[in-house]
C-alpha cells in the first residue's frame, strides 16, 4: 500500500484516478478481511465517491489534499446513512444520521471513506476482544491480538487495505494498538479534534487520531481534521498551532528519557528497542536527558477511576427507549435494566459497574475527586520534566503482542497493559506511536510525548527515527 | 470487602440487569479493581485542585439560539426509534405496571 501523500499526489496530478486507488483497497479488504476481521462493514458508495472526485479532478476542480486517499473509519464515528455499532449488540442495527466532524472534513479534503474498523465494545479493551463481532487479528501473528480498543484501525493499516485509517484514544487506544501492529499512531492534545459525532466514552479523555505508515501521513491528515469546532466546545482555537515551527532533524532536540518508564521486571527486549531508538537521536545530535514524572505509577489507578465514572455516565444514554437495542420489559424499569443487560457485553457492564461505584453517594470524593487531583499532579510532573526537553521518549506498551484469549479472564491484568498510555490522556498532551523494531516477529512501539498543542515537535522526532530506521517499511 | 448485596443494588442504580450466577464475580472483580486503584490515597492532594481540561479552558458560551436541525437528520433519528407512533417516540408508562 502506497502512502497517503503518495496517492493524493499521483490523484491531483491525473497519473492515477481516485477509483484505481478505492479499487485497491477494496480488493486487499476482499480478499485479507475475512482472516482478520479489521472491518465490520465496507460502505457501499465508496466507488461512486471516488468517481465523483476523479470527475471533480477532470472539471479542474482542487479537491483538497486527501484526493482519493482510502480511508478507513473506527466504529464508533458517524458517517451518514452507514451503520455504525461502537462493536456493541446495541448498537447493531444503529445508522448514523449525521456526519460527525471529522467525517465531513475529511470528505471536504477529498478523502474516500470506505468502511467501518472493529473495535472493543464502546472502546473499552486493550485487545478488541470485547468486540461484539469478534476479535481482530494481528497481521504479524493472527493467533495473536492487534491491541486495542481501535485494534480493527490498526490492522487495517498494517494489513495494507487503506493507507490512514482513525482511531480514538481514550487511554491508549490509539497509540497500543499502533505499537502492536507495528505502524504509526498519533492521540492529539486533548481539545484538537473535534468530536462531534464521535460516540462518547470518557469525554475529558477521548480524543480522534489516524493510524498511518509514515509520520508524514499522519501529519497530512492531521492538518484537515484538526481546529476548532463549535459542535465541540472542548476544541481549542490553537488547531493551526504546529505549523508555526518547522525544524527537521535531531540535531538540538531534547529528548527526556523517563526513569519510571524502565523499571526492573519490564521486558528487557522492550526496552533495548527502545533505548536503541533513543541512541539514534543521541547519535544524530539529540541531547538525552534523562527525566522523572514521579507521579507515573498513580497514573493507571486515576485513569480507572475517571474512565469508569465518565463512561457509565455517557452510556446512559442507551436505555432501550431512543435508539439501539430494545428488550421490553413489564414496567418502565425492567425495559431499562434487560436492554442494558442484554445489550452491553460483559466489559461495558463491568465498567459501568465500577463507574457508579465508585460515583455512588459516599465514595465521589473518596475517588473521582481524588483522581482527579491526582490529574493535577501527573500534569505538573509533565510540566516540570518539559522545561528540559522537547520530547519524551519512552515505551508505548509493556509487552509485545499477546495470544488471544490469554488476558481475557483477569479484567485487571489487561488493564494493566495501558499502564505507559493512560498518562498522557490524564495530562491532556499528545502522544505518537512509532515502530522501533522486532523482537520474535512481533512489532515494537517507540511512544514520543510534547508539551500541549506540540504535536509539531512529535512530527519532528518521528519524521526524522523514520528517516534513519527502516521498521516502518515492513510489511507482515 | 464488596459484597453481593453492594453489586445488586449498585447494579440497580445503573439499570442494568446481571445475572444471579455473575454477581459472586462481579464482586470479586471490583474487589480486586478498587484494592488497585486505593493506591491514589498514598498521595497527598490536599490543596491540589482538580483537572478537567489541560489547557484550562472553562465556560466555553456560544449564543443561545435554536439552529434547528436539518430535515434529513431529523428523518434519520426518528427511523431509529425502537417504537414510535408516527414522528412521536414512543415511551413504557413510567407509573404503572404494564399489564394489557
New interface residues.
Given amino acids: 500500500m502506497e502512502t497517503a501523500i503518495n496517492i493524493a499526489t499521483d490523484v491531483r496530478s491525473g497519473k492515477r484516478t481516485a477509483e484505481s486507488a478505492v479499487r485497491e483497497s477494496l480488493d486487499a479488504i476482499e480478499s485479507g478481511n475475512e482472516k482478520l476481521n479489521a472491518l465490520l462493514g465496507v460502505f457501499a458508495s465508496a466507488i461512486e465517491d471516488a468517481r465523483e472526485i476523479d470527475r471533480r479532478i477532470a472539471a479542474g476542480e482542487d479537491v483538497g489534499v486527501l484526493a482519493g486517499v482510502p480511508i478507513v473509519m473506527k466504529d464508533n464515528m458517524l458517517v451518514k446513512g452507514e451503520r455504525c455499532s461502537a462493536g456493541s449488540r446495541i448498537l447493531e442495527n444503529y445508522d448514523a444520521p449525521y456526519d460527525a466532524t471529522v467525517t465531513k472534513r475529511l470528505r471536504a479534503a477529498g478523502a474516500v471513506l470506505i468502511g467501518r474498523a472493529n473495535m472493543d465494545e464502546f472502546a473499552m479493551g486493550s485487545s478488541t476482544e470485547n468486540s461484539h463481532y469478534g476479535p481482530s487479528r494481528n497481521p504479524w501473528d493472527v493467533s495473536r491480538v492487534p491491541g486495542g480498543s481501535s485494534g480493527g484501525s490498526a490492522v487495517a493499516v498494517a494489513a495494507g487495505f487503506a493507507p490512514i485509517a482513525l482511531g480514538s484514544d481514550t487511554g491508549g487506544s490509539i497509540r497500543q494498538p499502533a505499537a502492536l501492529c507495528g505502524i504509526v499512531g498519533l492521540k492529539p492534545t486533548y481539545g484538537r479534534v473535534s468530536r462531534h459525532g464521535l460516540m462518547a466514552l470518557s469525554s475529558s479523555l477521548d480524543q480522534i487520531g489516524p493510524f498511518t505508515r509514515t509520520v508524514e501521513d499522519a501529519e497530512l491528515v492531521m492538518s484537515v481534521m484538526q481546529g476548532e469546532d463549535e459542535m465541540d466546545a472542548t476544541t481549542a482555537a490553537d488547531g493551526e498551532g504546529s505549523k508555526a515551527e518547522r525544524i527537521e532533524g535531531a540535531k538540538g532536540l531534547r529528548v527526556g528519557v523517563p526513569k519510571e518508564y524502565f523499571v526492573d521486571g519490564m521486558d528487557e527486549n522492550i526496552k533495548k528497542s527502545v533505548l536503541d531508538a533513543v541512541a539514534e537521536f543521541e547519535r544524530a545530535g539529540a541531547e538525552i536527558v534523562p527525566i522523572s514524572l514521579p507521579t507515573a505509577e498513580y497514573a493507571l489507578a486515576a485513569y480507572y477511576v475517571i474512565q469508569p465514572c465518565e463512561a457509565a455516565s455517557n452510556l446512559g444514554r442507551f436505555d432501550g427507549i431512543r435508539f439501539g437495542y430494545s428488550s421490553e420489559g413489564q414496567t418502565l424499569l425492567e425495559t431499562y435494566e434487560r436492554s442494558r443487560g442484554e445489550g452491553f457485553g460483559a466489559e461495558t457492564q463491568r465498567r459501568i459497574i465500577l463507574g457508579t461505584f465508585v460515583s455512588s453517594a459516599g465514595y465521589s470524593d473518596a475517588f473521582y475527586k481524588k483522581a482527579s487531583k491526582v490529574r493535577t499532579l501527573i500534569k505538573r510532573d509533565f510540566d516540570e520534566a518539559f522545561k528540559r526537553c522537547d520530547v519524551i521518549a519512552a515505551p508505548t506498551s509493556p509487552s509485545l503482542a499477546w495470544a488471544i484469549g490469554e488476558k481475557f479472564a483477569d479484567p485487571l491484568s489487561m488493564y494493566l497493559s495501558d499502564i505507559y498510555t493512560v498518562s498522557a490522556n490524564l495530562a491532556t498532551i499528545p502522544a505518537m506511536s512509532v515502530p522501533c523494531g522486532f523482537v520474535d516477529g512481533l512489532p515494537v512501539g517507540l511512544q514520543l510525548m510534547a508539551r500541549p498543542f506540540d504535536e509539531a515537535s512529535l512530527y519532528r522526532a518521528g519524521k526524522f527515527y523514520q528517516s534513519v530506521t527502516d521498521h516502518h517499511l515492513k510489511t507482515a | 470487602m464488596?459484597t453481593n448485596d453492594?453489586?445488586s443494588h449498585?447494579?440497580?442504580?445503573?439499570?442494568?440487569?446481571?445475572d444471579p450466577e455473575n454477581v459472586t464475580k462481579?464482586a470479586a472483580?471490583?474487589e480486586?479493581?478498587?484494592g488497585?486503584?486505593?493506591?491514589?490515597?498514598?498521595?497527598d492532594?490536599e490543596s491540589?485542585?482538580?483537572?478537567?481540561?489541560?489547557?484550562g479552558?472553562s465556560n466555553?458560551f456560544?449564543a443561545d439560539m435554536a439552529n434547528g436541525i436539518?430535515q434529513d437528520?431529523r428523518h434519520?433519528?426518528i427511523?431509529?426509534?425502537?417504537?414510535r407512533e408516527g414522528d412521536l417516540?414512543e415511551?413504557?408508562?413510567?407509573f404503572q405496571?404494564?399489564?394489557e
Fill in positions: 464488596i453492594q453489586v449498585i447494579a440497580r442504580l445503573a439499570r442494568l440487569r446481571i462481579t472483580e471490583l480486586s479493581i478498587l488497585y486503584v486505593a493506591k491514589l490515597q498514598e498521595l492532594t491540589v485542585p482538580e483537572l478537567a481540561h489541560g489547557d479552558l466555553v456560544r436539518d437528520a434519520r433519528v427511523a431509529a426509534f425502537p417504537h417516540l415511551v413504557p408508562a413510567v405496571d404494564r399489564t
